[in-house]
C-alpha cells in the first residue's frame, strides 16, 4: 500500500504562486508515474499533469501549460506541483495519483494510489 499526503495549497491572488507537495509512503515512489488532478466545486475531476517514473517526460493540460511544472524527487518520495500565474478558474481541490501503468494515461480510473487533496483558492 501507498499513502500519500498533499501539502501547499492555501489562498493566493490571481497572478501569484503555489507550489503543492506530494509526499509518498509505503512503497519506493520510482516505483510510479505521478499525475496531479484537480476538481472545482461542481465539475468532474480533471487531469493537471504528468510525470514519468524518473522525470524524463511530462505531460500537461493544455491550459496549464507554461503556468505549472510537475516534477519529482525519488530520493525524497516526493512529487510536487509548481503552480505560476495563477488565475480564478485554477480554484480547486488537487490531489496527485501513482500510476503503475507502463504508459500515460490521463484517464482518473486507471490510477491506483490518490492522497485526499489540498485546496488552492485563487481570488480575482
Known amino acids: 500500500q501507498v499513502q500519500l499526503v498533499e501539502s501547499g495549497g492555501g489562498l493566493v491572488q490571481a497572478g501569484g504562486s503555489l507550489r503543492l507537495s506530494c509526499a509518498a509512503s509505503?512503497?519506493?515512489?520510482?516505483?510510479?508515474?505521478m499525475a496531479w488532478f484537480r476538481q472545482a466545486p461542481g465539475k468532474e475531476r480533471e487531469f493537471v499533469a504528468a510525470i514519468s517514473r524518473f522525470g524524463a517526460a511530462t505531460h500537461y493540460l493544455d491550459s496549464v501549460k507554461g503556468r505549472f511544472t510537475i516534477s519529482r524527487d525519488n530520493a525524497k518520495n516526493t512529487g510536487y506541483l509548481q503552480m505560476n500565474s495563477l488565475k480564478a478558474e485554477d480554484t480547486a481541490v488537487y490531489y496527485c495519483?501513482?500510476?503503475?501503468?507502463?504508459?500515460?494515461?490521463?484517464?482518473?480510473?486507471?490510477?491506483?494510489?490518490w492522497g485526499k487533496g489540498t485546496l488552492v483558492t485563487v481570488s480575482s
Open positions: 495519483a501513482l500510476d503503475s501503468g507502463l504508459t500515460f494515461t490521463s484517464n482518473l480510473n486507471e490510477m491506483d494510489y
Open positions: 509505503g512503497r519506493t515512489l520510482s516505483t510510479y508515474r
